[in-house]
């Protein structure tokens, strides 16, 4: 395996099939920067109250809680690829129903629909550039998602500066209803992507798995290892996938490993749940979609000032969320993740500070209100830093092959359920504590994320997918730190071989490897 610090070529098949898969995520990023916008309009419109305005904005990503829940045992049974296109489907419909709404109830259907779509989409596109990406480039390449949803929400801050000239009975309907135009192109697209390569393992396509990992290997010698460590890793795990009857795996069984785990399963569930839950407990989505709310009251009155304030916002974190994806596989998601959220506590309290000197003034002095625009510039920044990508590529990695469809989907539920009742809940608690005690508030999870990440959350970088299990099979004699245990290089030592591996199992997998390759 090459060096951490060596530069790794990334494969340009890999890459492609890696992008499109992730565009999906862009119909989240553009709903959250759209909707952030056009709720002003909305309540004008329709003449809706505070909490249903937060009923609106939170609904999506509750809803989002069904898709994110069915996608891992729909993706098992009809495959990562297919249940793209079923992901990007399902949000043109809601796209177009929210277009389309005479009323509150109709606009919540959309809303409904297009939550449904986003589920999907979340769980599904990191776990299927995961499970395509070689190991040196996975973190690149897992984090686009994230790099999609954040250049999203940008397009629409873009979106909602462009429309707000318009009447209000007709801006906001365009601007929610843009989102179906680049649904249809994602969903055409994802068609002519290949399928995971370990998804074909799993259903005992082994010839196919070959051709796909040909095309994302630099090399056939490469491709061959590969293959082969996927296979050994699917006799092991899921038993069947390499024999005749391998294709009648549809994810069964799963659930019960889940909810009765074995120790190392144990510690990957706290690991993937936990970094789940804290990327929705920081309240970034929150501030995202009430950003203008947050401005208004720092005393920026004008919907045009508002609207340009958050596109600078947009560009701070597409930049620092495409340095982070850069950077992933050079530096690690440890540092990453650790340097993210110490920063964003930092930068929450900042914001506490600046907002609860401008609640007790009539007369909003620049500073403070530069000093609040900077605290929310640097607390989407840090997030997209840290927990914004890391989040979808840990936990599309770290779960065994068999597990890692409904694995990946029961912790993304948790980052949906925790996005709604935070977006659900934001302006309640604000008004009952105002905007700067919220922040501080944000401010001390975010300090309780930054303990939870140092002793949860192991290193992965450089590992392949059958490698990092290992990373999980013991503690740290020392305390409750995982750490790792693979051997130098990225291996596995001999002493944490099972007998099936070592023994009579490889000899199967070699034998089924050679006469199908």
């Known amino acids: 395996m090459e060096e951490p610090s060596r530069i790794t070529p990334i494969n340009k098949y890999a890459l492609a099939?890696?992008?499109?898969a992730s565009t999906n995520s862009i119909l989240l990023g553009y709903d959250i920067g759209v909707m952030s916008g056009a709720v002003l309009f909305i309540k004008d419109s329709l003449k809706i109250s505070s909490t249903q305005v937060e009923i609106?904005?939170?609904?999506?990503?509750?809803?989002?809680?069904?898709?994110?829940?069915?996608?891992?045992?729909?993706?098992?049974?009809?495959?990562?690829?297919?249940?793209?296109?079923?992901?990007?489907?399902?949000?043109?419909?809601?796209?177009?129903?929210?277009?389309?709404a005479t009323n509150f109830a109709f606009l919540m259907a959309g809303r409904v629909v297009a939550g449904i779509g986003v589920g999907y989409s979340l769980m599904i596109a990191p776990v299927y550039t995961a499970e395509l990406s070689p190991?040196?480039?996975r973190g690149l390449l897992t984090a686009l998602p994230e790099v999609f949803i954040t250049m999203g929400i940008l397009l629409g801050y873009v979106v909602n500066y462009a429309l707000s000239g318009l009447p209000a009975a007709i801006n906001w309907r365009l601007m929610v209803g843009l989102a179906a135009v680049p649904a249809v192109g994602i969903a055409a697209g994802v068609m002519f992507m290949p399928e995971s390569p370990r998804w074909l393992v799993m259903k005992g396509r082994i010839g196919n798995a070959k051709e796909v990992l040909m095309k994302t290997s630099e090399c056939e010698e490469e491709a061959h290892l590969r293959l082969e460590e996927i296979?050994?890793?699917?006799?092991?795990?899921?038993?069947?996938?390499c024999h005749p009857r391998g294709d009648t795996f549809r994810g069964q069984g799963v659930w019960r490993e889940l909810v009765r785990p074995s120790p190392p399963l144990r510690r990957i569930l706290i690991a993937a749940i936990g970094i789940n839950f804290f990327m929705q407990a920081s309240g970034n989505d929150a501030v995202v979609y009430y950003t203008p709310e947050v401005f208004k009251a720092a005393g920026i009155r004008h919907r045009k000032q508002l609207f340009g304030v958050t596109i600078i916002m947009g560009l701070a974190k597409t930049s620092c969320v495409l340095?982070?994806?850069?950077?992933?596989?050079?530096?690690?998601?440890?540092?990453?993740?650790?340097?993210?959220?110490?920063g964003m506590a930092i930068s929450l309290a900042g914001l506490g500070l600046g907002s609860r000197f401008l609640e007790h003034l009539d007369h909003k002095p620049a500073w403070a209100i530069g000093l609040c625009v900077v605290a929310v510039c640097a607390d989407v920044s840090f997030f997209s830093i840290g927990l914004g990508p890391i989040t979808w590529v840990y936990t599309s990695e770290i779960f065994p092959m068999r597990l890692r469809a409904q694995g990946s989907s029961l912790a993304v539920s948790v980052n949906r359920l925790v996005s709604?009742?935070?977006?659900?809940?934001?302006?309640?608690?604000?008004?009952?504590?105002?905007?700067?005690?919220?922040f501080f508030m944000l401010s001390g999870v975010m300090v309780a994320a930054t303990v939870f990440f140092y002793f949860f959350i192991p290193e992965t970088k450089g590992k392949s997918l059958e490698e990092i299990g290992a990373i999980f099979e013991r503690k740290d004699t020392e305390g409750s730190k995982v750490i790792e245990v693979a051997g130098e290089g990225g291996t596995i030592p001999p002493e944490m071989e099972s007998p099936e591996v070592a023994g009579e199992g490889e000899a199967e997998v070699a034998g089924d490897f050679g006469a199908r390759s």
């Open 17 to 20: 099939c890696a992008l499109l």
């Open 56 to 100: 609106l904005v939170g609904s999506l990503n509750v809803c989002s809680l069904i898709g994110s829940f069915a996608s891992g045992r729909t993706s098992d049974w009809i495959g990562r690829r297919y249940t793209i296109v079923l992901a990007g489907a399902t949000f043109f419909i809601g796209a177009l129903l929210m277009g389309f």
């Open 135 to 137: 190991a040196m480039t």
């Open 231 to 241: 296979t050994k890793s699917a006799l092991d795990d899921v038993g069947v996938t």
């Open 323 to 342: 340095v982070s994806a850069f950077f992933l596989d050079r530096f690690g998601r440890r540092p990453l993740l650790l340097l993210g959220s110490v």
């Open 420 to 438: 709604g009742v935070v977006s659900m809940t934001f302006l309640t608690i604000s008004n009952e504590i105002t905007f700067g005690g919220m």
